[in-house]
């Protein structure tokens, strides 16, 4: 319960939305689904903008491209029988990992899980293996389109929200992803029971060219840093190899210096450092199959 | 926060503080006791209510969220019953003296009253249709049926989930005041039958309702056995 709330909006337009966030940015939060806010109990929260009324519940496919109005929820992505095989059904895949509850799939957005829980979240990995982009509106009412891994990089995030008196970057409003052509994916994760977040998840995006070689590599791992994070060490070394079991067992112990495995109550770092290459080698596994 | 809410077939106008949740609305200023106080953070589904058609967790929703919008727990049911089938459904409710505990009143005047108020759900209350409020859904005489309820406090959040269920499948129509949003249905053409969930799909649809004490094998056989009843009725 956020005990001391005290007012509640719910604007009927993006700027109007905004306006109310930006006049009191320290105090006031957005408020889409209220799975993860309504459960933090934070006490530094005085105003919500409810952004259920600003139209931004849609998924569409254009170009190849899907976009994901922040507003969309969890459930209704994995009903989307177009998305299913969509990037090897990764974020269909990553969306029913979210949360065993269809309750909270109906209530959880993919805003949310990037904006408030994007440092466990299994769909922030995911996007980030998809090279998600995101369209945000910023409290001076431009509308900017940014990477999420450079999303994430703004000091709201770098520095934790909760409660540090951080500027919100803005008004998140849609999520573009897209798949490469010829390309497969797989995303793995483990996790103490099923109903769990994960303790570590792993997403992985592959281009092959005719000779099953390796033309674009993209692995992302959740849940396993202080934010999802990229493994460009990795990435750099699959390109041009043919996934063999020799290359796909070395693969599993490349770049592991350039990450510091996060510590806490699920897990200890060295635990994180055991188990993310097994995931990698499972997830370039799968690719391999596919390819 | 003035709110206007539509729960259980009656408009509904409240004045709460704006941290107040939909659960504290539903508990403490409509007298609604069937939706449970739990875990307080979305993780047990004892709270469990259908808004506009989707089943979700009244903990984690403010009430000012469900400002115009529609609310439906379990003292809806009745509600849920009368308008299930329509006239053919009230045709056949038993004579009120045949129901324990029932009403006595004449049953004939209780079907022309469940048909005019499932011409005009807005109409339909406990005063009007005593008969009906003494019955029990399918679900929930499966549920009885079945044993699947020890201490009871994970029941209502069980039955509504199924309910969520039942009307995705397009076995049962959620009724609306509003007619504007509803539950879409599985589309199905023409004169093809109905056919009840699987045992998966019940399992996954009462993945979010915690029960400490009987389990989940008797609940997933209790809602099994509700379809199967409700798809033989048509």
């Not at chain 1, 770092?269 to 080698?281: C, D, E, H, K, T």
Request: glycine share 6%.
């Amino acid at each position: 319960m956020l005990l001391n709330l005290r007012k509640y909006y719910r604007p009927r337009s993006i700027e109007a939305a905004v306006r109310l966030l930006s006049a009191n940015p320290e105090r006031c939060v957005v408020l889409a689904g209220g799975t993860h806010l309504l459960a933090s109990s934070r006490r530094d929260v005085e105003e919500v903008v409810d952004i259920s009324s600003l139209k931004l519940k849609m998924l569409k496919r254009e170009n190849g491209a899907v976009h994901i109005g922040a507003t969309t929820t969890l459930q209704s992505i994995l009903e989307n029988p177009r998305l299913v095989k969509f990037a090897g059904g990764i974020l269909v895949g990553a969306c029913r990992r979210n949360s065993v509850s269809r309750m909270v799939r109906n209530q959880r957005t993919v805003g949310g899980e990037i904006c408030a829980n994007w440092k466990r979240s299994d769909l922030a990995a995911v996007l980030l293996a998809l090279s998600a982009r995101v369209k945000l509106m910023t409290l001076s009412l431009e509308e900017k389109e940014m990477s999420i891994s450079d999303f994430w990089s703004m000091p709201a995030f770098r520095n934790g929200r909760k409660g540090s008196g951080q500027v919100p970057p803005g008004l998140l409003l849609e999520i573009v992803v897209s798949a490469p052509t010829s390309s497969c994916a797989a995303f793995e994760h483990i996790e103490q029971i099923e109903s769990q977040p994960s303790l570590v998840s792993a997403a992985a995006v592959l281009a092959f060219d005719g000779n099953r070689q390796c033309t674009e590599a993209r692995v992302a791992l959740g849940s396993f840093a202080d934010m999802p994070c990229r493994l460009p060490q990795l990435e750099s070394y699959l390109q041009g190899k043919v996934l063999t079991p020799e290359v796909i067992e070395s693969a599993g112990s490349t770049g592991w210096d350039e990450i510091r495995p996060l510590t806490d109550a699920q897990a200890s770092g060295s635990y994180r450092q055991a188990i993310a290459p097994v995931l990698i080698r499972r997830l370039l596994r799968r690719c391999s199959k596919e390819a | 926060m003035k709110l206007s809410v539509a729960l259980n077939a009656e408009q509904r106008e409240f004045d709460v503080p704006a941290n107040t949740t939909l659960l504290s609305l539903l508990r403490e200023e409509a007298g609604c006791f069937s939706v449970k106080h739990g875990c307080e953070t979305g993780d047990c589904g004892a709270c469990a209510v259908i808004v506009d058609g989707r089943i979700v967790n009244a903990c984690i929703l403010l009430a000012a969220q469900v400002d115009e919008r529609e609310v439906i727990t379990v003292e809806g049911i009745p509600w849920v019953m009368a308008s299930m089938s329509g006239a053919a459904q009230h045709n056949e409710l038993p004579e009120a003296s045949d129901v324990e505990g029932g009403a006595g009143h004449n049953s004939s005047d209780s079907n022309a009253a469940s048909k005019s108020s499932f011409q005009n759900p807005e109409a339909f209350s406990r005063e009007e249709h005593p008969s009906t409020y003494e019955l029990l859904h399918p679900l929930q005489q499966a549920f009885v049926d079945a044993h699947a309820i020890q201490c009871g406090y994970c029941t209502p959040g069980m039955i509504l989930s199924s309910l969520a269920l039942f009307a995705e499948k397009g076995l049962i129509e959620l009724p609306s005041i509003k007619r504007k949003t509803r539950v879409t249905p599985v589309r199905r053409k023409p004169g093809i039958k109905k056919l009840p969930p699987s045992e998966q799909e019940v399992r996954e649809a009462l993945a979010g309702n915690l029960c400490r004490c009987t389990g989940y094998l008797k609940p997933v056989e209790a809602v099994l056995r509700a379809a199967e009843e409700l798809v033989s009725e048509g």
